[in-house]
Each structure stands twice: as C-alpha cells, then as structure tokens.
C-alpha cells in the first residue's frame, strides 16, 4: 500500500452581506466569508491538502477565481472534483483532520453534521472526518472577528 499525507491551509475575510458555509453547511452568522466561491474555508483547506498529498498543485491551479465557472459554486463541488481528481493518480481518502480558527461562531455545535456532510461529499465514513474547533483568544485577524482560517491534513492510500 502507497500512503502520502498532505497540509492545507485556507483564510477568508468574513464581511456583511454573504452567508456563511463551513464544512459544506451553512451556518447562521450575522457575516459570511469573501470569496469566489461560497469561500468554504474549512473544504478549501481539505482540497488543498488532498491535492498536495498527491502531488497535484492546489486549489487555486485546478479552479481558478478567474474562472467565471466557479463564481458563488458550492464548494462541496470543488471537494468532489478534488476526489475525482486524486482517484485520476490511483489515491482515494484515507482520513482527515482538520481545525478551523474562529471566534464566532461556535462551531462545536455544527461538527456533527459537517462531517456526516464531507464524509457524504468524500464517499468515506464519518470517523475518518475529524473537525476540531479553535479560537485565537481574541488575538490577531481572527480574535478581531476580521476572517477565519483552517487547517487540513489528510491521509491519502493508493
């Protein structure tokens, strides 16, 4: 058996007037996250470490937010053609583990179901999904409520 891990990272500003989508759900929030897309950043970090497992560039190379195509797309989308994409090479997921940086909203409550929700989106099972939930203890971009920030690392088999 092949195994390669990979790291992703992604950051979106939050702002007025766009809903807020974590994990494939959206979330009841006052702000949403800028982006070309939904700006899912917990799926685009998850994208970004399963394309870097396998050696296949990052998100920003296969859908570019110069592609009018991917404008406002789900990004459940993007993390299905991203399986589709390392399936291309022979991998599929093995499991993830993944930490969003946020000071609202609390996400503890919505883990549940963003991983039944990846998992779906993934066609794996739930327990290889791990979401955990931080803050920055009010300091810096995050602790300012400005954005919010994930971290993925992913296991991927051949």
Request: charged share 25%; with cysteine; glycine share 10%.
């Amino acid at each position: 058996m092949n195994i390669r891990v990979g790291f992703g990272f992604d950051v979106h500003q939050l702002v007025e007037g766009r809903e807020l989508w974590m994990g494939g759900i959206r979330l009841e929030h006052e702000k949403g996250l800028l982006g070309h897309s939904d700006a899912d950043v917990l799926i685009h970090a998850i994208c970004d470490a399963l394309l870097g497992a396998a050696n296949m560039r990052d998100i920003g190379y296969h859908f570019p937010d110069t592609a009018g195509e991917f404008k406002n797309v789900d990004s459940k989308i993007l993390l299905r053609k991203t399986v589709a994409l390392i399936a291309t090479k022979g991998y599929r997921v093995g499991n993830i583990d993944a930490t969003v940086c946020a000071e609202r909203p609390k996400l503890n409550p919505h883990i549940p179901l963003m991983q039944q929700t990846l998992a779906e989106v993934m066609e794996i099972d739930p327990d290889c999904v791990s979401i955990k939930a931080t803050t920055t203890e009010k300091l810096g971009f995050t602790g300012r409520q400005e954005g919010i920030s994930a971290y993925a690392t992913v296991l991927i088999e051949k």
